[in-house]
């Protein structure tokens, strides 16, 4: 088989090729992407059937040339006869009157139209989508590494403690190897999310359709809006979302396309009103002789009986309507839960920064007051690797909070229909001063 050569960075991106912004990310995403090329195609050819579907009103002219050598045998008086003919003609056939078929095919072949340019912005949405969650989850394993290099400096200055505490007599080797423990703990720790930058490193340069293996970096500048809950209501949003959603839209294109369908198939039961005819000229040249023909006629076609085809055509394209409307309601039951659950999801997350942040600098607090008491002699080395073990798991709840806060947020635009392709979401949101707390009584 045939390699696959992979797509290239472009050219006005390799000048900060160690600083992708998301917009850069995505621009490279939607240009490379195959699915969204797939998808512009399909939405092309249904524009190309739809002006191919008007051709039906207009009448179907051919011509033809033929040229055509004739020879007979003497018999019964007659001499041989060898000649040739010239008869260039041209024929044509124009439907008047159908009663509903052709208007049914176009509009058919209109709503396909306005599918596949829906489904297009949907497939551009879903991309958005994806290359923002792996944009997101990359920039979260750099702050997660950053945090587990802290803990791990953490740490080695608790054992520091703990070998001084020992070389003066003031502790035992216990408490030494139980910081050494830790240190060994926060070296694993920072080792798997090395691992983990660089799988989800490649990960995004794979989302943007280019190979595993390239050197770039993104930009660690802060992007997009401040944390905050959504200011808008669920049911604003769900009423965007049902006036929105290119997927939805496409689903009711498609409804009205089975049901122009049925139109075009009960017209084919009716008569139908035509014209055709012909004109040609005829050439003899050895007998010098030529002329012009010509018929027409102009009939009209009454359909009568076809072993019940049309009949069945019809039910069958009338149940397939009851089908793509059904499934349209199933989809915008679908759609309304998504923006639902991504509408408490972003609330929630939203919620949860505000209290990694509180639990941040309250372990934070800590950790110093037990590392100041157990250097004074007054604590003991299990409070200290406490108080070390909650701060890194704070520093992490804080890197994931933010990371699904994140997340959450472009999936409630992605299920409103309010992400754009350079990722912004959209939506309106509260300020972190204005967050609320969980009602705890």
């Known amino acids: 088989m045939p390699i696959v050569e992979p797509a290239a960075l472009p050219t006005q991106l390799a000048s900060r090729i160690q600083s992708l912004s998301l917009t850069d990310v995505l621009d490279v995403a939607l240009r490379n992407n195959p699915t ?26 051919d011509a033809s040339v033929d040229m055509t050598r004739l020879k007979t045998v003497a018999s019964q008086g007659r001499q041989a006869v060898q000649q040739t003919l010239y008869s260039p003609a041209v024929t044509f056939s124009w439907l008047l009157l159908d009663l509903g078929g052709r208007s049914g095919v176009i509009e058919e072949s209109r709503q396909a139209l306005i599918s596949a340019d829906f489904n297009h ?37 608790g054992l520091a403690a703990a070998q001084a505490r020992h070389d003066a007599g003031l502790a035992t080797i216990a ?15 920072l080792e798997t999310t090395e691992g983990q930058v660089q799988t989800t490193r490649g990960g995004l340069a794979v989302s943007m359709g280019l190979p ?24 604003t949003l769900v009423a965007q979302a049902v006036r929105l959603r290119p997927d939805l839209a496409a689903a009711y294109a498609r409804e009205r396309q089975a049901a122009a369908r049925v139109g075009e198939l009960r017209a084919q039961r009716l008569p139908s009103l035509s014209l055709s005819g012909n004109t040609g000229y005829q050439y003899i040249p050895s007998r010098n002789v030529s002329g012009t023909t010509y018929t027409v006629t102009l009939g009209v076609a009454i359909p009568l009986f076809s072993g019940f085809t049309r009949e069945y055509n019809q039910q069958e394209a009338k149940a397939l309507a009851e089908a793509a409307a059904a499934d349209t309601r199933s989809l915008q039951q679908q759609v309304i839960f998504q923006v ?17 942040e509180t639990l941040f600098a309250s372990a934070q607090q800590s950790q110093q007051v037990a590392l100041a008491r157990y250097k004074a002699g007054v604590g003991t080395v299990l409070d200290l690797l406490t108080a070390q073990t909650a701060l890194a798991n704070a520093r992490a709840q804080q890197v994931q909070a933010r990371l699904d806060w994140s997340t959450a947020l472009a999936q409630l635009s992605h299920d409103a229909g309010l992400l754009d392709l ?13 967050l609320t707390q969980p009602d705890s009584r």
């Open 422 to 434: 350079h990722g912004t979401p959209g939506l309106n949101l509260t300020a972190d001063s204005t």
């Open 36 to 61: 969204t090329q797939s998808a512009w195609a399909n939405a092309r050819a249904a524009a190309a059937a739809y002006g191919a579907a008007h051709g039906a009103y207009f009448p179907t002219i």
């Open 175 to 189: 408490d030494v190897l139980q910081a050494r423990t830790a240190l060994s703990q926060a070296d694993l720790a």
């Open 340 to 356: 639902f659950s991504a509408y408490y999801a972003l609330q929630t997350s939203a919620r949860r920064v505000h209290t990694s």
């Open 212 to 235: 595993a293996t390239l050197p770039y970096e993104i930009s660690t500048a802060p992007q997009g809006p401040a944390i905050g809950a959504v200011a808008d209501s669920v049911e």
């Open 121 to 157: 912005n949907a497939v551009l949405q879903n991309v958005v989508l994806q290359v923002e969650s792996a944009y997101f989850a990359y920039a979260a394993n750099l702050s997660l590494l950053t945090a587990e290099r802290t803990a791990r400096e953490e740490a080695a200055a």
